[in-house]
């Protein structure tokens, strides 16, 4: 069923302002009664786009996990980068990370609470990692989940959820999610905005949208919380809790109910975009990041951008970017993927000319050809493995560079993780904040080909058409 297209500001307007300071007030003393620690499980690097101060995790080993837990902060990432993972591969990895949470919570004597954060226009393998999360972490424990949260609101991104529906906004227009080119994902498609539908059709019917718990707007900016936290004390069976919001306000008073419920013996599992781990976290709001706070210390090279992601605002951002005279483009013919020799060659030519031009002071783009590869019919595996090997050939570019860049830009969510994990070897990262919204930095670690390099993961979805263009200049200017 078709939805119409709504005006944003029209459906804003209708919504009744929160009292922000009094919600501030009272989630902040309810944060203080919350002694768990909140590991959040991030299906690409872009789900830190909502905080600072926090560390990511690149593999889910016990040590690594430990390490986390030990951390003062109540929250930290574990990057899983399962959206670029197989049915299979996400399986495994999810039973391994529940398994070792469940170990170093033994270990540390702590409670806790794991956040799957996906993307914010719903693409990612649910409801298997969250399945599989729940199957693993009770059989190794004596905690039962009652049910799972799904709050995919995303503010900074234009993703908001009314009367259940999930929308993406474009400009001044609401457009359901299920109408998007996000639903139309060759891996990840879906076909409702309902997120009870949506759910209930992810899920082949196992749960369905008619018994879900739905939090609605009303109720949240009436600060209903005692019927909230009741609604949230019924729900049993693993069964969906599905989340209405606008603002953060709207998450935080969820926020104060949930916790109110878990403190009495509830178990969730959550599914949500970035706002939630912002609000659980504790994070306070923090001004965009300049350019002195990014760069470490005084460098003639230039910087690097890699452009791999092929959604339709990236092409956009992109094609603004090329107005600049700031850059230096190369355009990688990945193509050539089906004349390994010829590929070999294209690959040298992009790396060396690459060195050549950061080393001069330049900044350089390299970018993917913008064409998809499309091999035909039944032929999907086959693109997904050259895809795979495109992906590797683009990440070797950073794992060769022979000069330390002023910094790196990553262009969509699969590059920026293969960048920060196997080109930078990136173990641990702190999030120094964000340079637009929702578009986050990583500061890389000791251990990383370049340490404490200012590393900025811009996801493909993200930011308005100047954006890319704009932090690319704001950076480059000496």
Do not use: C
């Not at 900044?363 to 039944?378: F, I, K």
């Not at 830009?409 to 293969?418: E, L, Q, V």
């Amino acid at each position: 069923m078709k939805t119409n297209n709504r005006s944003a500001a029209e459906v804003f307007s209708r919504i009744p302002s929160p009292d922000t300071s009094l919600i501030n007030e009272m989630i902040n003393k309810e944060l203080q009664s919350f002694n768990r620690k909140i590991i959040v499980l991030d299906d690409d690097p872009t789900g830190v786009q909502t905080v600072h101060g926090v560390s990511v995790y690149t593999d889910w080993s016990l040590e690594s996990i430990n390490k986390g837990f030990q951390e003062e902060h109540s929250m930290f990432f574990i990057l899983t980068n399962s959206r670029g993972f197989t049915a299979a591969e996400t399986t495994k990895a999810h039973q391994e990370i529940a398994a070792n949470i469940v170990e170093a919570a033994k270990k540390n004597n702590r409670e806790f609470i794991i956040i799957s954060r996906g993307d914010s226009t719903l693409r990612g393998h649910y409801p298997l990692e969250t399945e599989v999360l729940k199957d693993t972490v009770q059989a190794m424990s004596d905690t039962h989940f009652d049910g799972e949260i799904l709050l995919p609101f995303f503010k900074e991104g234009g993703r908001f959820t009314i009367d259940d529906i999930h929308y993406v906004q474009y400009d001044t227009e609401l457009i359901p999610a299920g109408e998007t080119e996000f639903s139309k994902d060759r891996t990840f498609g879906y076909t409702k905005s309902h997120l009870g539908e949506w759910a209930e059709e992810k899920s082949n019917g196992k749960y369905q949208a008619e018994h879900m718990t739905y939090i609605s707007l009303e109720s949240l900016r009436a600060m209903n919380i005692e019927s909230i936290e009741q609604q949230l004390m019924h729900v049993e069976n693993f069964n969906k809790v599905i989340v209405n919001a606008v603002d953060y306000a709207d998450v935080q008073i969820f926020a104060i109910a949930l916790i109110r419920a878990i403190n009495k013996g509830k178990h969730f599992l959550f599914r949500s975009a970035a706002a939630l781990t912002k609000v659980m976290g504790g994070i306070s709001d923090k001004s965009l990041l300049t350019r002195e706070e990014m760069m470490s210390a005084d460098t003639n090279h230039g910087g690097l951008v890699i452009i791999g992601s092929h959604v339709k605002k990236t092409t956009e951002q992109f094609g603004e970017l090329q107005k600049s005279a700031a850059v230096e483009f190369i355009e990688f013919n990945v193509h050539l993927v089906l004349e390994p020799d010829q590929f070999e060659a294209e690959l040298n030519r992009v790396v060396d000319t690459t060195n050549e031009l950061i080393l001069q002071g330049k900044n350089v783009a390299v970018y993917t050809r913008r064409e998809r590869l499309d091999l035909g019919e039944n032929r999907k595996e086959e693109e997904l493995k050259l895809s795979v090997k495109i992906s590797d050939a683009v990440t070797s570019i950073v794992k060769r560079l022979e000069v330390r860049p002023a910094y790196i830009i990553a262009k969509g969510g699969i590059t920026s993780s293969d960048i920060g994990t196997n080109g930078l070897e990136v173990k641990r990262a702190t999030v120094a904040g964000q340079i637009r919204p929702g578009i986050p930095v990583w500061t890389t670690g000791s251990e990383s080909k370049f340490p404490g390099l200012s590393y900025v993961i811009f996801p493909g979805n993200v930011g308005a058409k100047t954006d890319l263009r704009e932090v690319v200049e704001m950076l480059s200017t000496k």
